[in-house]
């Protein structure tokens, strides 16, 4: 009966192994790379970036839109006709400056043949009052500008933050499957004993088949956590814009074998600072005054507007003989009645400028709030990771004990089996404990309007 119960075992453990060297394989394949050099890739190569970069370009050049209306503009414009509509042949004839007596008869002017008109002009424009609406529309643009240069500024960070997630999760990842791997090969080492034991029938089989079910366990953990690895490493290449590339972070002993946390900073002091830092504060501050253009912008409806135009004229039947001519005017237009649109309009722009100033005042609190939650966060990270060390010191000196006591004939199997499993939480937590540090200082960093990435990304 327990040949083939050992077959089975040997056939589940020969998978087991194909099994691991197959995804040892695909780990070794990859390259592995260092946080810093994550985030340098990153910078080069996520899209996102990419993206906030090309709409910061775009609003630089709206601003030079902007400024153009402020300068003069001269056009070039041809026109051609060919008509016998008689007021229309009559100052053709007149602006080509070649009217004769003949032209004067009565049926000439009645019935005209077609004639063909050449017009060239060259006019220049320029409005010397627009109630302030142009200016107005400049500063506009500049504040929009301002705008996509913070949330540019912003993309970078968030981008840096989600590197260094990605990045530490995919960490995690391959601690677990290291974790149950280590609590894999213990189970193993303990099958043997339980087996020993029960050959010289010093124990009952029961316990060696729920030691076979703790190895079944294992198994089908290990599996599960290594394609979560396989999906943490496809979200760090995706973060970085590298889905290319086979990358994956160090190892886990090496990756979070950082520089000592530094000291905590107050969190009223953290509070007070993170406004002024946040780029989100500065699009709020700058989308105030947009707003505020805005009605500036709805009030030049009531004023008047001022432009004046020049235009030099040339006009030729057949392109050889031509009249010239120019033409000066000033334009005054005031609106008197257009229905309450324009109150209605700067009615809406006030509005839109009272939101924006609630908004700000709302993102100022918002700010404080993320800062006060991630920096609660780090601090319980903190004394977790303290506590899980001496958990994890805990777990590995009892399973020993067990271990030796089990050997002795003194300690029952189930009881070093559910040892086993609490160092293998343990180990977890402790994992877990560790890389919650880092990915909340990070998350303080981000909260506080500081780079995430630190002198990592200089």
């Known amino acids: 009966m327990r040949k083939p119960r050992s077959a089975s075992v040997i056939l589940i453990l020969g998978l087991a192994?194909?099994?691991?060297?197959?995804?040892?394989?695909?780990?070794?394949?990859?390259?592995?790379?260092?946080?810093?050099?994550?985030?340098?890739?990153?910078?080069?190569q996520n899209?996102?970036?990419?993206?906030?970069?090309?709409?910061?370009?775009?609003?630089?050049?709206?601003?030079?839109?902007?400024?153009?209306?402020?300068?003069?503009?001269?056009?070039?414009?041809?026109?051609?006709?060919?008509?016998?509509?008689?007021?229309?042949?009559?100052?053709?004839?007149?602006?080509?400056?070649?009217?004769?007596?003949?032209?004067?008869?009565?049926?000439?002017?009645?019935?005209?043949?077609?004639?063909?008109?050449?017009?060239?002009?060259?006019?220049?424009?320029?409005?010397?009052?627009?109630?302030?609406?142009?200016?107005?529309a400049l500063r506009a643009a500049d504040d929009q500008a301002d705008i996509r240069t913070f949330q540019d500024a912003r993309t970078r960070e968030q981008v840096e933050y989600e590197v260094i997630e990605a990045y530490y999760r995919a960490v995690l990842a391959e601690e677990t499957t290291g974790v149950v791997q280590r609590a894999f090969d213990a189970a193993q080492a303990h099958r043997g004993l339980a087996k020993d034991r029960f050959n010289q029938g010093m124990t009952l089989k029961s316990d060696l088949l729920r030691t076979e079910v703790l190895l079944g366990t294992l198994e089908q953990r290990d599996i599960e956590a290594r394609e979560q690895l396989r999906i943490a490493w496809a979200a760090l290449a995706h973060t970085l814009g590298a889905e290319d590339e086979a990358v994956a972070p160090l190892e886990p002993g090496d990756a979070l074998s950082g520089s000592p946390s530094p000291e905590l900073a107050r969190l009223d002091e953290l509070e007070a600072e993170a406004p002024g830092n946040r780029p989100e504060?500065?699009?709020?501050?700058?989308?105030?005054?947009?707003?505020?253009?805005?009605?500036?912008?709805?009030?030049?409806?009531?004023?008047?507007?001022?432009?004046?135009?020049?235009?030099?004229?040339?006009?030729?039947?057949?392109?050889?003989?031509?009249?010239?001519?120019?033409?000066?005017?000033?334009?005054?237009?005031?609106?008197?009645?257009?229905?309450?649109?324009?109150?209605?309009?700067?009615?809406?722009?006030?509005?839109?400028?009272?939101?924006?100033?609630?908004?700000?005042?709302?993102?100022?609190?918002?700010?404080?709030?993320?800062?006060?939650?991630?920096?609660?966060?780090?601090?319980?990270?903190?004394?977790?990771?303290?506590?899980?060390r001496q958990d994890n010191d805990y777990a590995a000196d009892a399973l020993k004990i067990l271990e030796d006591r089990y050997r002795s004939g003194l300690a029952a199997n189930v009881d070093v089996l559910e040892a086993q499993a609490a160092r293998e939480q343990a180990d977890m937590q402790l994992a877990q404990a560790r890389v919650a540090v880092v990915i909340d200082e990070a998350a303080l960093r981000l909260a506080t309007g500081e780079s995430p990435g630190g002198d990592l990304v200089k």
């Open 47 to 136: 899209r996102s970036l990419q993206a906030a970069g090309l709409e910061q370009q775009a609003a630089g050049s709206e601003v030079t839109v902007a400024r153009a209306q402020m300068l003069p503009r001269l056009d070039a414009i041809e026109n051609y006709s060919n008509s016998n509509y008689p007021p229309l042949v009559f100052t053709d004839i007149l602006a080509q400056q070649d009217f004769s007596q003949s032209d004067f008869s009565l049926h000439h002017l009645n019935f005209p043949s077609p004639y063909s008109n050449f017009q060239s002009q060259v006019v220049l424009s320029q409005s010397l009052f627009a109630g302030g609406r142009l200016l107005a």
């Open 17 to 44: 192994a194909i099994f691991w060297a197959g995804n040892s394989c695909a780990a070794a394949d990859r390259r592995h790379i260092s946080l810093a050099e994550a985030l340098r890739i990153a910078m080069r």
């Open 281 to 388: 504060f500065r699009i709020a501050h700058a989308q105030v005054d947009a707003a505020r253009q805005q009605v500036t912008i709805a009030r030049a409806e009531y004023l008047p507007s001022v432009n004046l135009a020049a235009t030099y004229e040339n006009d030729s039947q057949y392109l050889t003989r031509a009249g010239n001519s120019y033409l000066v005017f000033l334009n005054v237009k005031q609106n008197i009645f257009n229905g309450f649109a324009s109150k209605a309009g700067l009615d809406a722009a006030r509005a839109r400028l009272s939101r924006a100033e609630v908004l700000e005042r709302d993102l100022r609190e918002a700010i404080a709030l993320e800062v006060e939650t991630a920096y609660r966060n780090l601090t319980a990270a903190r004394k977790n990771i303290n506590v899980a």
